[in-house]
């Protein structure tokens, strides 16, 4: 094998294992290091949970005296800078690490290539870019928070052969089967938020938690765009508050000659008991909520439904991925539109996934770069 094709060999390695603690590490990415000599992976490291240790002291820890003359595999740029921990750089230097194979530089401006020239300065080979497109990928959460102070946003939709997302007043209709939704549920998981609107809120009374056995602890934040502060204290969302939290976000309270509306006031009075977090910022200025959501340290941002919020995000070009699946069953009568279809691109997206879940089917899509800059 070419030193090439190895070197891309292990960065997908490394990328594949940074995935495992994706959404756990907080602010910080989860990045993955794998140790390599003579063709043998030594030892791995992630980013632990809460963000600390970084990747590569775990996999230096691991490898002890054997890191000598070894090559390390970093999905993101060892850090240089004295934060919580000191950098990684100087332990790389210091364990006598001969090569380094990174994928993408970070963007933290304490960092941004200084890692890579202190490794340099002491002798070490340094590649970059191998495998950036899929290391971006898995980065995307931290990378858009650095770069746009602004979650990274997923839309999921799911939506019948026919178009449709559900069905008015019917509650919550299965457009998709068990697999699908065990993947959205994963999904989930990781991610710090999700989102839907007041209207998927009140008509289907859903829980939005993660319930895969062994992931039920990893629920995100739940956060519904709720103008006028309509959220049901009885809800499943308001009841389970304490467990996992809500956030209403609600405009300013109307007001009626100089005097707050008393019935505004007196839903947030039960919401705050229930342990809702109400937040005020007028839901539509979709940039403003996102960035007060970044200053909070939500870095990934699921957004799932219904068909006026997803139009919404899309409209104002705050979507960077969608999960599209097209389930089975028709809806029929009375169906709520999807403003998506499966197997046609949304102008700006390539497709970058495409499977089928049992019956169902599924549907990657991203950003153009082009268009990722803007927003
Ligand atoms: C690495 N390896 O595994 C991670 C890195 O608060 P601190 O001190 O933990 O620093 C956080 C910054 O460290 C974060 O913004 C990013 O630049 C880097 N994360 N670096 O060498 C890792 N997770
Ligand atoms: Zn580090």
């Not at 996102?290 to 979507?319: H, K, Y």
């Amino acid at each position: 094998m070419t030193d090439a094709a190895e070197d891309q060999r292990f960065m997908a390695a490394a990328i594949r294992l940074s995935l495992r603690n994706l959404g756990r590490t907080g602010t910080n990415p989860s990045v993955g290091c794998l140790l390599v000599k003579d063709g043998t992976v030594l030892a791995t490291g992630v980013t632990d949970v809460g963000g600390r240790p970084h990747a590569e002291r775990i996999a230096l820890a691991a490898a002890g005296e054997g890191a000598r003359g070894a090559t390390a595999y970093v999905s993101l740029e060892p850090c240089s800078h004295h934060g919580r921990t000191p950098p990684c750089a100087d332990a790389l230097i210091e364990a006598g690490v001969a090569r380094i194979v990174v994928s993408v530089t970070d963007p933290d401006e304490r960092v941004s290539g200084r890692g890579l020239a202190m490794l340099q300065a002491a002798g070490i080979a340094v590649r970059t870019g191998v495998l950036e497109v899929e290391g971006r990928r898995a980065l995307a959460a931290y990378l858009t928070r650095q770069v746009k102070k602004r979650p990274h946003v997923t839309l999921k939709l799911a939506v019948s052969p026919d178009g449709m997302i559900g069905r008015l007043g019917a509650g919550q209709v299965a457009i998709t089967g068990p697999v699908a939704r065990g993947q959205v549920q994963v999904l989930r998981a990781q991610s710090d938020a999700i989102l839907v609107g007041i209207g998927t809120a009140r008509a289907d009374d859903p829980e939005l938690t993660c319930r895969l056995p062994g992931l039920a602890d990893r629920s995100p934040i739940r956060i519904v765009l709720d103008h006028d502060l309509r959220l049901p204290p009885y809800g499943k969302l308001a009841l389970s508050a304490r467990a996992v939290p809500v956030i209403a976000v609600a405009a300013e309270p109307p007001r009626f000659d100089d005097v707050t509306d008393k019935a505004f006031l007196a839903r947030r009075s039960v919401l705050d008991e229930a342990g809702v977090e109400v937040l005020q910022c007028d839901p539509r200025k979709l940039h403003v909520l996102l960035q007060g959501l970044a200053s909070r340290d939500i870095s990934s941002l699921l957004v799932e439904g219904g068909a006026t919020v997803a139009a919404s995000f899309l409209e104002a070009g705050l979507v960077d991925r969608i999960h599209l699946y097209r389930g089975a069953v028709p809806v029929g009568e009375g169906g709520v539109r999807s403003p998506l279809v499966p197997g046609v691109a949304p102008a700006g997206f390539s497709l970058v996934r495409s499977l089928a879940l049992g019956p169902d089917h599924f549907e990657e899509y991203e950003r153009d770069l082009s268009c990722s800059l803007e927003s």
